[in-house]
């Protein structure tokens, strides 16, 4: 079993940052890819960034030099800086996790938000 609990949104003006947290709780459970989502109202779901079973980082394209997504295992925590936020921004952030079977060992950024577990999500609203 895994626990996800996303920290960290808030409201921000454009230009701003903002830094997700992400507390992974685990139960006979080993995750093997961890990432985040985004959903915007009336919108669909967006992949943002995989981290893979060796820590290693992949943002999606659009968001790379503004988003950093990283992980402290010792902290069990996943961590997501945004910088020079823009309005298109706005919406639930939700940090992911899926086990190595349910990725098939490899993690791909398609996978975000199709498959595996996730928590409830933080708010992010940036204006203008």
């Known amino acids: 079993q895994v626990q996800l609990e996303e920290s960290g949104g808030g409201s921000v003006q454009a230009g701003g940052s903002l830094k997700l947290s992400c507390a992974v709780s685990?139960?006979?459970?080993?995750?093997?890819?961890l990432g985040w989502f985004r959903q915007a109202p009336g919108k669909e779901r967006e992949g943002v960034a995989i981290i893979d079973e060796n820590g290693r980082p992949a943002l999606v394209d659009s968001m790379k030099g503004r988003f950093t997504a990283s992980v402290d295992s010792a902290k069990k925590t996943l961590y997501l800086q945004m910088n020079n936020l823009k309005p298109e921004d706005s919406a639930t952030y939700y940090c992911t996790s899926m086990t190595q079977g349910e990725s098939g060992g490899i993690c791909y950024r398609d996978l975000l938000g199709v498959i595996g577990s996730w928590g409830q999500g933080t708010q992010v609203t940036v204006s203008t």
């Open positions: 685990t139960k006979f459970y080993t995750p093997w890819c």
